[in-house]
């Protein structure tokens, strides 16, 4: 699954993150201008695994600050025949989750 954030979210998440001044351009690269790792890696010269590594932190450090009070996150292993099937999960419990976050910004009616 791809995933990407507006540079609003990226510097949200990055903020307060020990990286360095290479290694943040090549996430932002990646994560904001939908660059391939070894594109960001080239431009950067930082290592396409540590690349990796970092956007999938950045990843979950994301969900977690985008869950709904009281929902967990987590991190799940699957065959890649299951693809379609956690793609269709996902993008069912977003918007289950998008419809929680409208309901409580409403407030009780």
């Given at each position: 699954m791809k995933f990407f954030l507006t540079r609003e979210e990226f510097y949200t998440i990055a903020k307060g993150r020990?990286?360095?001044d290479d290694m943040l351009?090549?996430?932002y690269m990646v994560l904001v201008q939908h660059h391939k790792y070894q594109e960001a890696a080239d431009q950067t010269g930082v290592n396409v695994q540590m690349i990796g590594?970092?956007?999938?932190?950045?990843?979950?450090?994301?969900?977690?600050s985008s869950a709904p009070e009281?929902?967990?996150?987590?991190?799940?292993?699957?065959?890649?025949?299951?693809?379609?099937?956690?793609?269709?999960?996902?993008?069912?419990?977003e918007i289950m989750k998008i419809k929680q976050i409208?309901?409580?910004?409403?407030?009780p009616s």
């Open positions: 020990k990286f360095g351009q090549a996430l590594k970092n956007c999938r932190r950045l990843r979950q450090a994301y969900l977690e009281g929902w967990l996150t987590t991190k799940v292993s699957y065959p890649p025949s299951m693809q379609s099937d956690v793609d269709a999960l996902l993008a069912k419990l409208r309901d409580q910004e409403q407030g």
